[in-house]
């Protein structure tokens, strides 16, 4: 099948390359001239494991090009998925004016019949936007060719983006047309070779899904970090508690662990999205709106608990910290728990020396304007005459470090660790003062 892909960021480079992969003729399209120039070169401007060996494997072979030129893009594809960013706006609502253009794009260039598939996440009510605002360039070209609008949410998640596209839990079409739906479980058919996972709804049920997905998962993070912190001033240990509860089917395992906050390009815009949404519709979300006030509070605990080790005034402190991408295997920065912590040890007087193993570009672009911050290349260097240790996103390289060396490093054998990655009666017998979340 000959497809376009609107938007070479993270879900559209994952969607594009392995939808070449699977044999199809893939076009990617983007405004960003220099991402597209990086990608002709061979170079992905994003970091995600084995996505640069598909990416090459499908253009090498020829099966993935990539184009800034809309007119060939949208000349190219019977298939034309949209996957441009819907950053939140001013009020906290979605918004879609890349949707829109590139909808509007496709429209201005159409000379035959399109499917036009949004990948990107939008409230109910888009696909329908969309449809008007095509007709209405179509009307003003004074052509008429057929189109359909699909809603196909997006799941993957950053860090493990091939795998999840390649083998999905689930493949959700909204489509009220017969057409576009037999089109779109072609497209699908190599992705789900044990067992059916398409699953064909509304429009309006698809695009509300992905909202209520992330709805979930944010409430549950929360959940989780408010139960650790009371587990905390109770002397329980919430690693415990987790065990307890994990066990039950009803709630599982997964996705059950507290932490420094959830962050991510997804989940704190989807949640004030969709509390937009619920307030346009005079209803409010009372449990996501407080999963997402607890959030914020929850980014502020490790620096919490330094001023409780040190008192409010950190001027002439220096805290090393280990992750900075909102979790491992990315380097997505956006609305990471990291950010937050760097931002009130600095206003508090602090310098902070940080390392990461593949963010650091990316945060030192954000973090240029704050001179109290210093990156090091070196998880190791980042230690030297720190007041202590913190850690905020869970590397594998930070599960298993030299534990001695991290002790004579360190001024004061300080770690506070916002990930909960060793063992607290271990970590008091090398010598340190180990803080987790909600381990008494
Ligand atoms: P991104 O910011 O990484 O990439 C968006 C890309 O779209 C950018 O390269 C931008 O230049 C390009 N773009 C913007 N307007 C364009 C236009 N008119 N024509 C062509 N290209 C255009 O965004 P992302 O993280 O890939 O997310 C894309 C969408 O998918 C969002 O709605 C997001 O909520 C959703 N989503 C993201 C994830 C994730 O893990 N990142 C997962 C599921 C769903």
Not at 74 to 91: H, K, L, R, S, W
Not at 113 to 132: E, F, L, Q
Not at 220 to 235: K, P, Q
């Amino acid at each position: 099948m000959k497809i376009t892909v609107i938007g070479t960021g993270y879900v559209g480079l994952v969607s594009g390359a392995c939808l070449a992969d699977m044999g199809n003729d893939v076009m990617c399209l983007d405004v960003d001239e220099a991402k597209i120039r990086q990608l002709r070169q061979g170079a992905i401007p994003i970091y995600e494991p084995g996505l640069e060996e598909i990416v090459r494997r499908n253009a090498g072979a020829g099966r993935l090009r990539f184009t800034t030129d809309v007119a060939e893009s949208v000349a190219f594809g019977d298939v034309q998925f949209i996957a441009v960013g819907t950053p939140p706006g001013e009020d906290g609502s979605a918004d879609l004016r890349h949707v829109l253009e590139a909808a509007c794009n496709i429209a201005r260039q159409m000379t035959a019949a399109r499917v036009v598939v949004d990948k990107s996440t939008v409230p109910v009510g888009t696909a329908d936007k969309v449809r008007r605002a095509m007709a209405d360039v179509l009307a003003e070209r004074g052509v008429d060719f057929p189109f359909s609008v699909v809603s196909n949410p997006e799941f993957l998640k950053e860090g493990a983006a091939i795998k999840d596209f390649m083998s999905p839990d689930r493949i959700i079409i909204g489509a009220d047309d017969e057409h576009a739906i037999d089109v779109m479980r072609r497209i699908y058919a190599p992705f789900q070779r044990t067992h059916e996972r398409v699953m064909v709804m509304d429009v309006r049920s698809a695009e509300l899904a992905k909202y209520a997905a992330n709805a979930m998962l944010a409430t549950r993070v929360s959940f989780m970090n408010e139960m650790a912190n009371l587990a905390e001033a109770l002397g329980a240990d919430i690693e415990q508690v987790r065990r307890g509860i994990g066990a039950d089917p009803r709630i599982g395992y997964h996705f059950l662990y507290p932490g420094a906050g959830y962050g991510g390009s997804c989940f704190p815009k989807d949640v004030q999205a969709l509390m937009r949404t619920a307030a346009e519709h005079k209803l409010s979300m009372r449990v996501v709106e407080a999963a997402e006030a607890a959030n914020h509070l929850q980014k502020l605990r490790l620096p919490q608990k330094v001023v409780a080790r040190y008192g409010e005034d950190l001027a002439g402190r220096t805290f090393a910290l280990w992750g900075l991408a909102f979790k491992p295997n990315t380097d997505d920065m956006r609305e990471a728990p990291s950010l937050a912590v760097i931002a009130e040890l600095t206003r508090r007087g602090a310098r902070v020396r940080a390392h990461d193993p593949v963010a650091m570009p990316r945060a030192r672009e954000i973090l240029a304007a704050n001179t109290a911050v210093e990156f090091c290349d070196d998880m190791y260097q980042a230690l030297d005459g720190a007041d202590g240790l913190l850690i905020a996103t869970e590397w594998k390289v930070f599960r298993a470090p030299d534990f001695q060396r991290v002790h004579s490093l360190l001024k004061t054998p300080l770690i506070i660790d916002g990930r909960n990655l060793y063992q607290p009666a271990e970590m008091r017998s090398q010598g340190f003062d180990y803080q987790g979340i909600g381990r008494a």
